[in-house]
């Protein structure tokens, strides 16, 4: 398994977003500040296990 981070500069920030927005019901809103915090204070990740998930 690889962990990269995402910062607000990676292709999967508009992803990390949207996916946020669409479960705010369970996660809890965010602001757009918040996301670009957490790009900025590496707590945005992404997990895959090998390159067919690139």
Known sequence: MTTE??????GFFEDVKALGRKNS???GFMLESGFEDH???RKSIRNFANKNYE
């Not at 981070?5 to 990676?10: A, C, P, Q």
Request: aromatic share 8%; no cysteine; hydrophobic share 40%.
């Open 5 to 10: 981070f995402i910062d607000s500069r990676n």
């Open 25 to 27: 019901a369970t996660l």
């Open 39 to 41: 790009a900025r204070n």
